[in-house]
C-alpha cells in the first residue's frame, strides 16, 4: 500500500501539488439536513470505501463555473466505479452567503451531486484552503491525498494528472 500511496504522491506533484502523506482529513463541519443540498448529511465514514473528490466552490466564481464540465465528466465516467463529488460551496462574495442563492444556483447549475453549504467557511478554514475552485482527493482508505487548487478545463495537461490521480486511487483495493 506505501508503493500505491507514493505512485499518487507522484501523480499530484506532477499537477503541482505538494506531495506529502496522506493524512486523516477533518470530518464535514455541518451536520443539520438544512446544511446539505441533494442528500442528507454525509460523513467521512459514510463514505469510507469511495473515493471522494471534494470540491470547494462558489457560484459567482467564474473559475469554479469554468471547472463544472470536468467536474460532470468525471462524475458520468467514474460514478459507477465508486467515485463520490461532494461539492462544498464556501461564500467568496457577500451575494454567495444565501443559501436559497446556492439553492437556485444548484438547480440552474444541474448539480445533482451532495452539496454543503459551509457559509461560515469552517471546513474551508479547517483544510486550509485558500483558493476557489479548489479539489481534495480522499481515496478508498479514508486518507486525503492533496488538495488540488485552480480551475480545470477538461484536456489541459494539469487537470489530465489530476485524472491520473484520481484514476489511480479508482484502482486502489476497497479499504
Known amino acids: 500500500m506505501k508503493g500505491f500511496r507514493l505512485i499518487v504522491l507522484l501523480a499530484l506533484a506532477a499537477a503541482s501539488v505538494a506531495a506529502t502523506a496522506p493524512t486523516a482529513p477533518p470530518e464535514f463541519t455541518h451536520s ?8 442528507p448529511p454525509l460523513t467521512l465514514a459514510s463514505l469510507k470505501g469511495k473515493v471522494v473528490v471534494v ?24 460514478g459507477k466505479n465508486g467515485l463520490v463529488v461532494v461539492g462544498v ?17 444548484v438547480v440552474r447549475l444541474g448539480m445533482h451531486n451532495p ?3 459551509d457559509q461560515d467557511a469552517s471546513y474551508w478554514d479547517a483544510l486550509r484552503i485558500q483558493y476557489w475552485p479548489t479539489f481534495c482527493l480522499i481515496g478508498r ?11 480545470m478545463d477538461q484536456g489541459s495537461p494539469r487537470a489530465t494528472r489530476v485524472r491520473s490521480a484520481i484514476d489511480m486511487l479508482l484502482k486502489a483495493p476497497p479499504a
Do not use: Q
Open 141 to 151: 482508505d479514508g486518507l486525503n491525498y492533496g488538495c488540488v487548487p485552480g480551475e
Open 55 to 78: 470540491e470547494f466552490w462558489a457560484f459567482e466564481c467564474d473559475n469554479c463555473l469554468n471547472s463544472r464540465p470536468w467536474v460532470e465528466a468525471l462524475e458520468r465516467s467514474e
Open 32 to 39: 443539520h439536513p438544512d446544511d446539505w443540498i441533494n442528500s
Open 115 to 117: 452539496v454543503m453549504l
Open 89 to 105: 460551496h464556501t461564500p467568496e462574495l457577500p451575494v454567495e452567503k444565501s443559501a436559497d442563492g446556492v439553492r437556485k444556483a
